[in-house]
């Protein structure tokens, strides 16, 4: 089970990355919000945290689109 998990959330008129409490961004688009939070993971990931960046889902839930060491890098989004 992942220890970090980095959010993607829509927020107003943008997308950002919740992380231990605080919001990253704005990002333009959930794309590139999601490239950057991969990144992150991966960087977490090669220092030894199980990470995984998760999505809000349109039924409220976050469900898990990258995990380190079973997705690939750079992920295909």
Known sequence: MPNSRYFIVQKDDGWVIQFG???FGPYQTRREAMLFAVD???KLGEKGENAEVCLLGENGHF????TFGRDAYPPRL
């Open 40 to 42: 992150a993971a991966q």
């Open 63 to 66: 469900l898990p689109q990258w």
């Open 21 to 23: 409490g605080d919001d």
